[in-house]
């Protein structure tokens, strides 16, 4: 007899084979199980009942079919971002081109939670010596994190202009075969945390083709009209890259496993409100009195007995993320310091914006949406509040 197929159970016991000759095919309904030496199929519906088969041990169970087999999900079944995106153009969401722009971003974000996992052994850590065009000290993971991220979306041959916290002036791609999405980040903010190894992470954003908000800035184009994709990697306890381009928010975490972001949540939506608040109090006196009036109206258990709870990390990234999943409030609004705020508009409140409005949230700089600034300048500062529909709501009501 010529058995065609076979596979073979490493269990010494059990044995599962088809074959298209000597023995009638079995139904695929139907699964064969078989003692080692019982090399018989599963008999047909129509002689089950005529025929007992002894010594063999043969046992037959019914199996889910085809159809009813797809909609069962396996539970060692993962999907990588690699492969989300795929779909995601599959189903015409977006092109191939923005595909190999956001997998590029991934890889840069690899390399740079590499890094910031081995700042003290490798000697990252401390400043660099030089101060950026913010005219803040640069430490030398933010360089080396902008270099990264620079390089990645340089060879994916799909960017056309590249904006950082960390250049001057946005940089043009010449490489060949070049595309035409703008693409603007911050590579490491919270770099202060570095290191006391508290959460980082980098934010970026991507703006379409025909944007002109970074070739030339006063046009009247708003960041919320031409992002079509946002995002950020947090670089914590486990490194978490959520993004979102234009149909909710999806989150996936770095699987040391296999080297891949695997998904983990889909659809995010942040609370409609929450009891948590996020803001920089050491600059309370520097504050005008209706924000302090709201910060203190906050801390006033009230009726219910208990007060808002402070936190506040100094990273935006992880300041967010936390308000993302658990609702609440974050804010950096202007001082007397700081007259338009401290966070940049284009790679910071823009993105972020977009993210907690697909997930639900509003972005405010405390009278309008974030989205609809118009920027008039590349490192524009801008106040930023941002979080849970009905704490940004609050919010606006005491800055009236």
Request: glycine share 8%.
């Amino acid at each position: 007899m010529v058995v065609q197929a076979a596979a073979i159970i490493t269990s010494s016991s059990h044995l599962l084979f088809s074959s298209s000759r000597s023995l009638s095919r079995p139904s695929p309904s139907q699964l064969c199980v078989f003692d080692s030496k019982a090399l018989v199929p599963c008999p047909s519906s129509t002689n089950t009942s005529k025929k007992k088969h002894g010594g063999g041990g043969l046992k037959c169970m019914a199996v889910s079919t085809a159809s009813e087999a797809k909609t069962k999900k396996s539970k060692f079944e993962i999907q990588t971002l690699t492969g989300w995106l795929l779909k995601q153009e599959q189903t015409g969401v977006i092109d191939a081109e923005l595909t190999i722009v956001i997998s590029s971003i991934s890889m840069a974000c690899k390399q740079i939670a590499s890094l910031v996992q081995r700042a003290s052994i490798s000697n990252l850590t401390g400043v660099q010596g030089a101060v950026n065009i913010q005219g803040e000290d640069q430490k030398k993971l933010d360089v080396v994190s902008n270099e990264v991220f620079s390089s990645c979306l340089r060879s994916s041959g799909r960017t056309g202009i590249i904006a950082s916290e960390e250049e001057d002036v946005p940089v043009a791609v010449e490489e060949s075969y070049s595309g035409n999405y703008i693409v603007v980040f911050d590579p490491l903010d919270g770099s202060s945390n570095i290191d006391a190894a508290v959460s980082t992470g980098s934010i970026f954003g991507i703006y379409s083709p025909n944007d002109e908000c970074l070739a030339d800035i006063g046009d009247d184009s708003t960041p919320g009209s031409n992002l079509l994709v946002a995002g950020y990697c947090m670089y914590s306890s486990s490194v978490i890259f959520v993004l979102t381009i234009g149909k909710g928010v999806f989150s996936f975490s770095l699987d040391p496993m296999y080297g891949e972001f695997v998904l983990t949540q889909e659809n995010i939506q942040i609370p409609k409100a929450g009891k948590i608040y996020s803001f920089n109090e050491g600059n309370y006196q520097l504050w005008d009195d209706k924000l302090k009036k709201y910060i203190d109206d906050l801390k006033d258990p009230g009726p219910s007995g208990k007060p808002y709870s402070a936190r506040y990390i100094g990273s935006l990234v992880g300041d967010f993320h936390r308000t993302l999943l658990y609702g609440g409030i974050y804010g950096y609004p202007r001082d007397k310091k700081s007259k338009n705020g401290k966070l940049r508009l284009l790679y910071e409140c823009a993105p972020m914006s977009f993210i907690v409005e697909q997930a639900g949230g509003k972005g405010s700089d405390g009278h309008h949406r974030v989205l609809d600034i118009t920027p008039t300048e590349i490192h524009q500062r801008a106040p930023i509040f941002i979080g849970s529909p009905d704490e940004v709501d609050k919010l606006q009501q005491y800055l009236a």
